[in-house]
């Protein structure tokens, strides 16, 4: 299983199809998902020229699977997350409505 390849980000033309507007990649059979993606941001400068920074976006499967339960949740709250019961609570409870509403 190898995750050290170059992915393609993707994004479908239509908000409503199978990723529902969310940027996808393809993963090929030999691969699996990146544990991790680096993105260059550019923006633009004085005189026609552009800043450049880099950023690294971690896989939060591969965090998951590696981290104690409070790490991994100290990491969650650090990008603005619920810790993960909570969010599974709330998942839950929007599961439930969502249910209820297809009654």
Known sequence: MNNKWVPEIM???KPDGFTQGFPFIEVPE???MPSAIFMCEVRQAEDDMKDLAMHMFA????????????TYDKVRVALG?????VAMKLGEEIN???ESNLK
Do not use: G, I, R
């Not at 896989?59 to 409070?70: F, P």
């Not at 997350?81 to 019961?85: D, F, H, N, Q, R």
């Open 30 to 32: 030999d691969k699996v």
């Open 59 to 70: 896989n939060m499967t591969a965090l998951k699977s590696e981290l104690d339960e409070d």
């Open 11 to 13: 994004y479908e033309e």
């Open 81 to 85: 997350l619920e810790p993960l019961k």
């Open 96 to 98: 439930k409505k969502v």
